[in-house]
T-cell receptor
Framework: GESVGLHLPTLSVQEGDNSIINCAYS??????FIWYKQESGKGPQFIIDIRSNMDKRQGQRVTVLLNKTVKHLSLQIAATQPGDSAVYFCAVVTNSGYSTLTFGKGTMLLVSP | DVKVTQSSRYLVKRTGEKVFLECVQDMDHENMFWYRQDPGLGLRLIYFSYDVKMKEKGDIPEGYSVSREKKERFSLILESASTNQTSMYLC???????????FGPGTRLTVT
């Protein structure tokens, strides 16, 4: 089955810095990826997604990069703010018929003023 | 906005008790999911349902069962709670064919 790994459990940055959170997946046939943000005391919330036919997708202050060759994706947050402090999960669709997801273990982003 | 609600934010139960965790979504979603979240392990899928009265096992179904009698409601049942089921339980829902899942706030269950 699919496994989703994470490179760094905690990332500490200064306000205004750019943040990069990484994720690796195992199944080269995976074709849909999602980043979620989970703030303290809340459920995960969708941030951005990307399909395997794309290398890059941009949202508001966030960019997701997908490297299918090495099975790696990253989430970049520009001009990180204290409100960005949260746990970030990457997720890979593992059953497109039922839309089930396999989640990585999460990276806690800590933003200091 | 999609709203997924869970019946309790915090729950304390004793070993051997039968526990019901309820989840309700208000957006007519076909798919509903139950996860548990543990430190260092991320979210792991317990069970999911793609239609009323339908259920499928996820990655860690042992010790759990589910019920979906109505489209908007998905229940997770611990037949005989054990201490290793102490965890955060998250419910999610999605439209059929849509990969984006919407999550509830979670229920932190402690089994003593």
């Amino acid at each position: 089955g699919e496994s989703v790994g994470l490179h760094l459990p905690t990332l500490s940055v200064q306000e205004g810095d750019n943040s990069i959170i990484n994720c690796a997946y195992s199944n080269s046939a995976s074709d849909y990826f999602i980043w979620y943000k989970q703030e303290s005391g809340k459920g995960p919330q969708f941030i951005i997604d990307i399909r395997s036919n794309m290398d890059k997708r941009q949202g508001q202050r966030v960019t997701v990069l997908l490297n299918k060759t090495v099975k790696h994706l990253s989430l970049q947050i520009a001009a990180t703010q204290p409100g960005d402090s949260a746990v970030y999960f990457c997720a890979v669709v593992t059953n497109s018929g039922y839309s089930t997801l396999t989640f990585g273990k999460g990276t806690m982003l800590l933003v200091s003023p | 906005d999609v709203k997924v609600t869970q019946s309790s934010r915090y729950l304390v139960k004793r070993t051997g008790e039968k526990v019901f965790l309820e989840c309700v979504q208000d957006m007519d979603h076909e798919n509903m999911f139950w996860y548990r979240q543990d430190p260092g392990l991320g979210l792991r899928l317990i069970y999911f349902s793609y239609d009323v009265k339908m259920k499928e096992k996820g990655d860690i179904p042992e010790g759990y069962s589910v019920s979906r009698e109505k489209k908007e409601r998905f229940s997770l049942i611990l037949e005989s709670a054990s201490t290793n089921q102490t965890s955060m339980y998250l419910c999610a829902s999605s439209l059929a064919g849509d990969n984006e899942q919407y999550f509830g706030p979670g229920t932190r269950l402690t089994v003593t």
